[in-house]
């Protein structure tokens, strides 16, 4: 085969050199010493929280319908004593939760998380102070609240949690433990509160709440993956790219994470993109 002509030659390797210096300054550079705090871009703290509220609100109503309420289909226990140590069973919601709210208490990221409501199964859970007023005042307008906690002087930020999937409703109706038992599909049945001890994040604040969020979900998921390596061959599921709405399935991490993305990373991206347009 002949060799390239000098000209082929010269462009090839200045194209070449060109992206090779492009992809270091873009991708590799050493960010300079002075682009210090001030000049990243800074949300709200309860822009922060509401961007991860939302990111809880697709992982839970995810985990509800397709891993509790098909996994259920299959044959597969949820329990409220799932992490007991005779008890082989995935968590519920609640407890799903609860998980990536005792994670992120033991993470360096000030950020803290609570589930409660005014007709509580479990009575620990009822709201009362400052957060029973506001989830009172979302009773009546369906909107999340915002406010400073009087004590800690914490942003606190609180959200509907609603039923947003049936087994929520009939889960709650038939507990013998429930205040209340005509729970309907789409009702407001409690609120997640966040809070965060600062009134704004920079974007690398942000991702490292984010973080410590998703490492939280990672963590309950393993531990459920764990339990299920405890069944017997014939009823336990097979962990893989499979979900069981398809049949003796459940989701490996990535898989999950992957489903989560879709659903909320549009949704972030979209923000942190508009904020970067209005600075
Ligand atoms: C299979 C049963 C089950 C399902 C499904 C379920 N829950 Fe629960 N939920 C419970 C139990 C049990 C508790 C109490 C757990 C605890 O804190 O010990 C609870 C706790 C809660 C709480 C905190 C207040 C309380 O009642 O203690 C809220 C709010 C809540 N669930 C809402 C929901 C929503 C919304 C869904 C659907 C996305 C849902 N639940 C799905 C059983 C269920």
């Given at each position: 085969?002949?060799?390239?002509?000098?000209?082929?030659?010269?462009?090839?390797?200045?194209?070449?050199?060109?992206?090779?210096?492009?992809?270091?300054?873009?991708?590799?550079?050493?960010?300079?010493?002075?682009?210090?705090?001030?000049?990243?871009?800074?949300?709200?703290?309860?822009?922060?929280?509401?961007?991860?509220?939302?990111?809880?609100?697709?992982?839970?109503?995810?985990?509800?319908?397709?891993?509790?309420?098909?996994?259920?289909?299959?044959?597969?226990?949820?329990?409220?004593?799932?992490?007991?140590?005779?008890?082989?069973?995935?968590?519920?919601?609640?407890?799903?939760?609860?998980?990536?709210?005792?994670?992120?208490?033991?993470?360096?990221?000030p950020l803290s998380l609570f589930l409660g409501s005014d007709f509580p199964?479990?009575?620990?859970?009822?709201?009362?102070?400052?957060?029973?007023?506001?989830?009172?005042a979302m009773r009546s307008d369906s909107l999340p609240k915002h406010f400073?906690?009087?004590?800690?002087?914490?942003?606190?930020?609180?959200?509907?949690?609603?039923?947003?999937?049936?087994?929520?409703?009939?889960?709650?109706?038939?507990?013998?433990?429930?205040?209340?038992?005509?729970?309907?599909?789409?009702?407001?049945?409690?609120?997640?509160?966040?809070?965060?001890?600062?009134?704004?994040?920079?974007?690398?604040?942000?991702?490292?709440?984010?973080?410590?969020?998703?490492?939280?979900?990672?963590?309950?998921?393993?531990?459920?993956?764990?339990?299920?390596?405890?069944?017997?061959?014939?009823?336990?599921?097979?962990?893989?790219?499979?979900?069981?709405?398809?049949?003796?399935?459940?989701?490996?991490?990535?898989?999950?994470?992957?489903?989560?993305?879709?659903?909320?990373?549009?949704?972030?991206?979209?923000?942190?993109?508009?904020?970067?347009?209005?600075?």
């Amino acid at each position: 085969m002949n060799s390239p002509s000098r000209p082929v030659r010269f462009w090839t390797f200045t194209i070449l050199g060109g992206a090779a210096v492009l992809t270091y300054l873009f991708a590799s550079a050493p960010v300079p010493l002075d682009s210090g705090e001030k000049e990243r871009m800074t949300m709200s703290a309860q822009e922060a929280l509401s961007l991860l509220a939302h990111e809880n609100d697709m992982t839970r109503t995810l985990f509800t319908k397709a891993i509790v309420g098909k996994g259920k289909q299959q044959g597969l226990a949820f329990s409220e004593d799932w992490a007991e140590q005779h008890v082989i069973a995935g968590p519920l919601p609640a407890l799903f939760l609860r998980g990536v709210a005792l994670h992120l208490a033991g993470t360096d990221v000030p950020l803290s998380l609570f589930l409660g409501s005014d007709f509580p199964i479990e009575g620990s859970n009822l709201f009362t102070g400052k957060q029973a007023e506001a989830f009172a005042a979302m009773r009546s307008d369906s909107l999340p609240k915002h406010f400073q906690d009087p004590g800690s002087g914490s942003q606190v930020s609180m959200f509907p949690d609603f039923a947003s999937a049936g087994p929520c409703v009939s889960c709650h109706n038939a507990h013998e433990q429930s205040p209340k038992v005509d729970w309907e599909l789409g009702d407001i049945m409690g609120a997640t509160t966040w809070s965060y001890p600062h009134d704004s994040v920079t974007t690398d604040g942000f991702m490292a709440m984010l973080g410590a969020y998703r490492a939280g979900v990672s963590v309950v998921w393993s531990q459920y993956l764990e339990e299920l390596e405890q069944l017997d061959p014939a009823s336990k599921p097979a962990i893989g790219p499979a979900w069981p709405s398809t049949g003796l399935f459940i989701p490996d991490y990535a898989t999950l994470r992957d489903s989560i993305d879709d659903l909320s990373g549009p949704h972030i991206l979209s923000r942190l993109a508009q904020r970067t347009a209005v600075r």
